[in-house]
């Protein structure tokens, strides 16, 4: 497995003094990967050119304006010449033998396994101790295992499969369309819900991603999945939307719950809308609950229930 080539991809946007260290832990590898390409989205802080200067030809510079993460990877896997592809972000770095456990799981597996991810911990966070399969349930005595059914876990609302974690064989990321650029969120665990049907996934049971969490760095995203911002409720309604259409999905046990996360993010969007007395962006989220076969009566009750929960808990903190 270790003749295989690997391609790392780091999109990066603006993260000039963080970006180095990531790609020092990529070329810290004990297996070196076969090239390291850094999309630059965009950025205005000379990044791009700080690399150049730092690394020379060991890394691939590729320029875009900006379009998001989604679109810098899907850049880089076009671009890529390696048989596997795996991504980091320019926030967070690789343990020495992620690449190399990755690469042995696989070679155990076999052929059927187009996808391996590891463990994952978050950095600069006292308050985050858990591991990412911690919070997520994945216990594995054995270094080495296998996921049999990934779509269980998503559809229950957890995910395991770090995008900074993943091991992809390029051949699947390109099958089926690389990562969704109309989604802000997400489009990671909309990447690994449509492999789910194209391969199988084992993983390496060790921390081998540190993952920035620091509280005192604006991060973006993760900031915006706490807000009332239409952005987030859109991707959402995009992401279980495409998933219930998926010819694989349609009469499965998976509709029924991924149909109800579709549910919750029309209630919690309109509510958002109606508290900022958007009445025509709140009626149009409203016909979505209606073409799931809620009735006036329920949404309405639905929406004063939740007011009526969150106004008293408010008063319980104050």
């Given at each position: 497995m270790s003749s295989m080539k690997v391609s790392a991809l780091i999109p990066t946007y603006n993260r000039r003094a963080q970006i180095v260290q990531a790609i020092e832990s990529v070329l810290a590898q004990t297996v070196p990967v076969d090239e390291i390409i850094v999309v630059d989205d965009g950025s205005t802080d000379g990044t791009a050119d700080a690399i150049r200067s730092q690394f020379g030809?060991?890394?691939?510079v590729l320029m875009q304006q900006n379009g998001g993460a989604a679109a810098a990877r899907n850049r880089g896997i076009q671009e890529a010449r390696g048989e596997w592809i795996t991504f980091l972000d320019s926030d967070d770095v690789w343990l020495p033998t992620k690449i190399e456990r990755q690469l042995e799981a696989l070679g155990i597996f076999g052929d059927e396994f187009g996808l391996c991810f590891t463990d994952s911990v978050y950095g600069g966070n006292v308050n985050m101790k858990s591991s990412v399969f911690d919070e997520t349930g994945i216990n594995s005595e054995a270094r080495f295992g296998a996921i049999d059914k990934p779509l269980t876990l998503l559809v229950a609302g957890w995910n395991p499969f770090v995008v900074q974690s993943l091991l992809v064989?390029?051949?699947?990321?390109?099958?089926?369309?690389g990562f969704d650029e109309a989604l802000m969120i997400g489009e990671d665990t909309d990447l690994v819900f449509r492999l789910s049907f194209a391969t199988r996934f084992c993983f390496v049971a060790e921390q081998l991603?540190?993952?920035?969490?620091?509280?005192?760095r604006v991060i973006g995203l993760c900031k915006l999945i706490a807000t009332r911002d239409d952005r987030k409720?859109?991707?959402?309604?995009?992401?279980?939307a495409k998933w219930l259409a998926m010819p694989a999905v349609v009469g499965t046990n998976y509709e029924p719950p991924i149909r109800e996360m579709l549910r919750r993010t029309y209630y919690s969007s309109t509510a958002a809308k109606i508290h900022?007395?958007?009445?025509?962006?709140?009626?149009?989220?409203?016909?979505?609950?209606?073409?799931?076969?809620d009735s006036y009566l329920l949404i309405i009750s639905k929406l004063f229930y939740s007011?009526?929960?969150k106004l008293r808990r408010s008063q319980i903190d104050s």
């Open positions: 030809s060991r890394v691939i064989r390029r051949s699947l990321l390109r099958d089926i369309g991603v540190v993952i920035d969490r620091d509280p005192s409720y859109d991707s959402l309604e995009r992401l279980y900022e007395l958007r009445i025509g962006p709140a009626i149009r989220t409203i016909a979505g609950l209606r073409s799931l076969g007011k009526i929960k």
